[in-house]
Every structure is written in structure tokens, then in C-alpha cells.
């Protein structure tokens, strides 16, 4: 069957999600699976970090 591979940075897994859901809506499949995987290197986290975009409590506070 079909295999592919989404890369779309945050929203990587809910992309890989929904297009195995619109492919069996739209019966081209019949079963997926889907997983999903978090590489980062310590120069992003870095990078970040030095950007302001990481909590300095190391925990998230989305509505915040």
C-alpha cells in the first residue's frame, strides 16, 4: 500500500492523521497507520531558547 512521510514542522502527526482519515473516507485505503516521531537537535533547543521561545519553567503554558 501507500507510504509517506509529512513534514510540517508542529503539526507533522495531526497532518499524517488526517490525510490516512480522508484516505479511507474517500475508500482508498481500507486500514492505516500512522505514527509519529520527535527528532530534535540541542542546537534548536538552543536556538530557541536563546529566541525567547521555550519557558524558562521547562513546562508549557499555552493559555497563558
Known sequence: G????????????????????????LDKISHAAIGGSLLVA???????SAAGMLSAHGRCHTFD
Open 42 to 48: 540541542s542546537i534548536v533547543s538552543i536556538a530557541f
Open 2 to 25: 501507500p507510504s509517506l512521510s509529512v513534514d510540517t514542522a508542529c503539526s507533522a502527526s495531526l497532518v499524517a492523521l488526517h490525510v490516512g482519515s480522508l484516505s479511507i473516507i
